[in-house]
């Protein structure tokens, strides 16, 4: 019920993760990045929980397929989880197991891995890592376009209602962490907010690290 991407920007190091899906609040389970280190991908029958491990087991240095193995060895019910790994170098590894539901596809890509279920054609994920490896500039207009992509091979077999985009810069949390946990156009929600947000992206890290030097909030009441 899910088809998602994680990508690599080796030109300034972020880590990336788009997602959506049939089910609600999909973002908010199955996208989870180690700033720096690399993403992990966790659905189909989702356990967050191999999330949660994948970026500590990257976070300590292990390599995606490392990271794989010891996920498989730790779940309890692997046949129903479909797992992508990427990590610091740009691999990937990849799982699904035998209980993941529909047509499910896997690819690894340059820099990036993608995968889904419940898809309406096998080559949704292909034109996913074909739209990522073809765009250049920012992280997060390459995993739109790969969403973006994805949804016209196919998409899922039924509509989506949620969606998500996560990317990782130098700082310790996301600085890009954007959520539409229920619409009839997830994707284009998605996208609205981000060209909303982007403007005003850096100013939100540079609040953390200079107050002194940020801009104001531009709302009633901030008059600096």
């Known amino acids: 019920m899910t088809f998602s991407i994680a990508g690599f920007c080796r030109e300034t190091g972020q880590f990336g993760t788009a997602i959506s899906s049939s089910s609600i609040c999909v973002a908010s389970r199955c996208p989870f990045i180690a700033p720096g280190k690399g993403a992990v991908l966790t ?6 929980a191999l999330g949660q491990l994948g970026v500590q087991l990257l976070e300590e240095g292990l390599d995606a397929e490392g990271v794989m193995a010891r996920l498989r060895e730790h779940e309890t019910y692997p046949q129903w989880r479909q797992l992508q790994v990427l990590d610091a170098k740009g691999a990937s590894a990849v799982h699904s197991g035998a209980e993941t539901l529909g047509v499910h ?7 990036c891995v993608a995968g889904g279920n419940m898809l309406a054609d096998e080559g949704v994920i292909d034109a996913m ?15 739109l376009a790969a969403m973006d992509a994805g949804l016209a091979a196919g998409g899922e077999m039924g509509p989506v209602f949620s969606a998500g985009l996560k990317v990782t810069d130098r700082a310790s949390w996301p600085v890009v962490d954007l959520r539409v946990d ?7 929600e998605l996208r609205m907010i981000w060209e909303h947000y982007l403007p005003q ?4 890290v540079l609040r953390a690290s200079r107050p002194d030097a940020s801009p104001s909030y531009g709302v009633p009441g901030d008059e600096r």
Request: hydrophobic content about 35%; overall charge negative; proline content about 5%.
């Open 43 to 48: 659905q189909n029958v989702t356990n967050p």
């Open 105 to 111: 596809v896997t690819r690894q890509g340059r820099d």
């Open 129 to 143: 890592v074909t739209a990522f490896e073809a765009h250049d500039g920012e992280l997060a207009e390459r995993l």
């Open 182 to 188: 229920w619409h009839v156009a997830p994707l284009a």
């Open 201 to 204: 992206r850096d100013d939100y």
